[in-house]
Nanobody, 132 residues
């Protein structure tokens, strides 16, 4: 399993931007299925965006047009640029990874339902607070 460390969170006002980074160690992220999740207090983690090993992405509806995922293989980093942040984006954001299983033909990108259970490497999470 990889080790993942998120950074870049903080407190901003409505409409502001933040960039989150996830630095991986222990292996190359280009071999992994990767994703960002977020979690509201008392709720399950929800998928924000996922990326497969070919660079295909899938964004949650709330993230489309506002969030941009990028991957830097040389720095082994997964970045999430978030813009036009709203108070309902306030959550703890997590980076996650999983090495594709032998039974998979592709990385999971579906974000919903059991998507959370596909991943077995997690960062500690980073808090994002958006005030009105």
């Amino acid at each position: 399993q990889m080790q993942l460390v998120e950074s870049g969170g903080g407190s901003v006002q409505t409409g502001a931007s933040l960039s989150l980074s996830c630095v991986a160690s222990g292996d190359s992220i280009t071999k992994y299925c990767m994703a960002w999740f977020r979690q509201f207090p008392g709720e399950a983690r929800e998928g924000v965006v996922a990326i497969d090993r070919d660079g295909r992405t899938n964004y949650a509806e709330f993230a489309k047009g506002r969030f941009i995922l990028s991957q830097d293989g040389t720095k082994n980093t997964l970045n999430l640029q978030m813009s036009n942040l709203q108070p309902n984006d306030t959550a703890k954001y997590y980076c996650a990874a999983v090495l594709p299983r032998s039974t998979w033909t592709a990385c999971p990108l579906y974000l919903k339902g059991g998507f959370y259970y596909e991943f077995n490497s997690w960062g500690q999470g980073i808090q994002v607070n958006v005030s009105s």
